[in-house]
């Protein structure tokens, strides 16, 4: 960092040296400045403890809204018996040898739900024996056996003695001694934190208070904005450009030429914005996208007539089908979709002598880094990366094409880096040139026997490849298949000794990327809409329908069970006003490994308009680490999955994207929130993720609740009744 005092990198250097620091602080403006800080005890990579008492969890994983860093702290803080008050969470440097993705191999990320499933043992043991050190310390200090020293809230004690001491206390002692690598890890009934009701988030407050330090608030000496003119359609190239009106506004200070556009540099967002939309420039669109939706979806419709890459291949469908008694079938479609974070896209990057420092709401460290120091010419280790809050995210800061941090590199490297660069997307620069969750359709459909039982099932999805390309290609991608667009679909969990699912992966060139809940957010749709019309077929009541099919996957099950209890499906529906029509609907899918079933209410108006009234959830995640958590991600999910359910929706005209912002890409209002009801369904399981999850049963929940309430099926995305 470029303190005056003592560099942050030197800091470091310094820890790693000893097991005592000096510690560094954050202001509100990005500056990093050192401080006189406790001495500090570092039993391992995951947890500093300071003389103050202070607990710091150094967190692998990205705080981007989900409670990330309550959870990872929480683990950690259970083992090490510490005052929750003294616990505080620190982005970790980026070194995939320390930090890895425990669920990925050698890779340090956030995404797919992993943070708390792949930390659990790992922070349990750090915490355990980060204890285990205090607690050889203060034997040491007090020359008492190790085995009659207990640790509770903070505080060690020796009770034959009556001697007491807080770890700040220890701190001295501690950071002489080695911390033990084998440790017994507690029993779960003796947990005092884990699967608490109310345990505050740990960054909560300094959001409130606007301590909260994200990539915007960073502001070096010397440091330049930039923003980027982008091509008009994707794929289309720069064949010239005039600079001199945009040189000319107050405050740029340079336009330089990238491969992904022009950037232009000033001493600010507004002026850099006001010489973007000053230059000149000529496009080279010759090999650019030039169709629009509509032309998509007629070639999609017509690779639906054509057999695909077989994802699953059970039994004999075809014969299941020519002897069905009924068959339900349906075409959905499924629109691109933005990411559309409140906090736009935005990277700060530094050039010095001994490499490059980085200052990002880091998702992908380690995909990032080498990306730039390619750029640099430059070791992945001579890459610095300060990983800060970021406001959201849903899959777009983890890209393994590492576009916006590459541009960011790219202009520093233009410039010779002569300045520190921040580099700011507009929301209309990502929603008009980002990455988007793909487009789909899909064809499917149940066959019945004369009794109603479901023997055959086909499913037939096309839309682009996530993963082709990338570097999870090799082991996500099987004769042709990429896994994540198949998923909830090939591995259906319902019971149908007949089954075929194959898929399409056209090669288009809009840009595509994974989206909160990944394949579940189309897959789960369809799967939960075809089986509820298949119960009706079957003129069976839905939850008994799914819980018959549902015989060899016990937690899908449990939460059906529950959701369907705490709902009152066995009671009829209160009816509405007159000229209203009130549906009940269902929806259960395992997503990252956790199970979420949710029932829909909603009423419908003489006009046609509706409103979802009540979403009742439950949940099984294993372990319920933060119940709060929980509840407030399955309600941020339902939300979030609303959004897209009634709302948005990316659209092409002649290679172009239609929408720029919240106007015509609106997003779920306050006042159309349903009441929520989170029920959590015990379990001594290992936890999964649930920052995904709450996403994929909401709209095939609310979509059958309308089918029931009018009769009228809907398989086309965003909702629309009239």
């Known amino acids: 960092m470029n303190s005056p005092e003592l560099s942050r990198r030197d800091l470091l250097k310094a820890g790693a040296a000893s097991a005592l620091l000096i510690g560094f602080q954050f202001t509100p403006g990005g500056r990093l400045r050192a401080a006189a800080m406790p001495a500090t005890a570092v039993p391992n990579a995951f947890v500093r403890i300071g003389s103050d008492d202070s607990v710091t969890v150094l967190s692998k994983h990205l705080e981007m809204g989900q409670g990330t860093y309550t959870g990872l702290a929480t683990i950690l803080a259970e083992e090490l018996d510490a005052d929750w008050q003294t616990v505080r969470v620190e982005g970790a440097p980026a070194n995939a040898a320390v930090y890895n993705n425990l669920n990925w191999g050698p890779i340090q990320g956030t995404g797919g739900s992993s943070a708390m499933a792949n930390s659990w043992m790992q922070l349990r043991q750090a915490g355990a024996s980060a204890r285990a050190l205090l607690v050889a310390a203060a034997a040491k200090d007090w020359g008492v056996p190790a085995a009659e020293i207990s640790v509770k809230a903070g505080v060690v004690t020796h009770a034959p003695s009556g001697r007491k001491a807080r770890f700040g206390e220890l701190v001295a002692t501690a950071s002489t001694l080695q911390a033990p690598k084998e440790v017994k890890l507690k029993d779960p009934k003796d947990f005092t934190l884990v699967g608490k009701q109310k345990l505050s988030r740990r960054d909560s407050a300094d959001k409130v208070n606007g301590k909260a330090v994200f990539t915007q608030d960073i502001n070096l000496p010397g440091m330049l904005t930039a923003v980027v003119a982008h091509p008009p359609r994707f794929g289309a190239k720069l064949r010239g450009v005039d600079a001199s009106a945009a040189k000319a506004v107050k405050g740029v200070v340079d336009v330089v030429t990238i491969e992904s556009g022009v950037a232009v540099l000033a001493k600010g967002f507004w002026a850099a914005k006001k010489g973007r939309d000053a230059l000149k420039l000529d496009w080279d669109e010759s090999g650019a996208i030039q169709q629009g939706s509509s032309e998509l979806r007629d070639e999609y419709t017509a690779l639906l007539k054509q057999p695909g890459a077989v994802a699953n291949l059970q039994g004999e469908p075809d014969a299941a089908f020519a002897k069905a008694a009924k068959v339900v079938r349906a075409v959905y479609e499924f629109p691109y979709l933005a990411h559309a974070a409140m906090e736009p896209l935005n990277c700060v990057i530094s050039l010095g002598k001994e490499g490059v420092e980085v200052w990002n709401g880091e998702q992908f460290h380690t995909f990032d880094q080498g990306a730039i120091a390619a750029v640099f010419g430059l070791k992945p280790e001579q890459v610095k990366i300060n990983t800060l809050y970021a406001g959201g995210s849903f899959g777009r800061r983890a890209n393994p094409a590492s576009d916006f941090v590459i541009e960011c590199a790219r202009i520093v490297k233009a410039i010779g880096g002569k300045a520190p660069v921040k580099m700011v997307w507009t929301r209309e620069d990502d929603m008009r040139g980002g990455y ?9 459909e149940a066959a019945l026997d004369a009794q109603g ?57 809009v840009p595509v990327l994974w989206w909160r809940s990944v ?163 015990p379990s001594g399981a290992a936890p999964t993720g649930v920052g995904e999850p709450g996403v994929p049963p909401i709209a095939p929940a609310v979509a059958n609740a309308l089918a029931a309430a009018t009769g009228k099926r809907l398989s086309t995305l965003p909702l629309k009744l009239a």
């Open 436 to 444: 988007y969750r793909p487009m789909y359709l899909h064809e499917a």
């Open 453 to 509: 039982k479901l023997i055959g099932w086909r499913q037939r999805i096309v839309g682009q490849s996530i993963i082709t390309g990338t570097a999870f290609e090799g082991f996500m991608v099987k004769n042709g298949v990429d896994a994540t667009s198949v998923e909830g679909a090939a591995n259906l969990p319902y019971h149908v000794p007949n089954l075929r699912v194959d898929l399409h992966s056209p090669k288009k060139a």
């Open 519 to 681: 394949g579940h957010t189309h897959t789960g749709f369809a799967v939960e809409t075809l089986i509820d019309e298949a119960a009706l077929a079957a003129k069976a009541d839905p939850v008994a329908f799914r819980l018959a099919l549902l015989d060899k996957h016990p937690r899908h099950a449990g939460v059906l069970k529950l959701v369907a209890d705490k709902a009152g499906w066995s009671k009829p529906l209160k009816p509405g006003k007159k000229g209203e029509k009130r549906g009940r609907g269902v929806a259960v899918v395992e997503s990252f490994g956790t199970f979420v079933a949710q029932v829909a209410e909603v009423t419908v108006k003489a006009d046609g308009s509706f409103r979802i009234d009540r979403v009742v959830c439950a949940v099984d995640c294993g372990t319920a680490i933060n119940p709060d958590v929980i509840r407030a991600q399955m309600e941020g999910g339902i939300g979030f999955g609303l959004s897209a359910a009634l709302h948005s929706a990316i659209t092409l005209k002649g290679g172009q994207v239609e929408q720029s912002n919240f106007h015509d890409y609106p997003m779920l209002r306050i006042n159309e929130m349903p009441r929520i009801e989170v029920h959590i369904l």
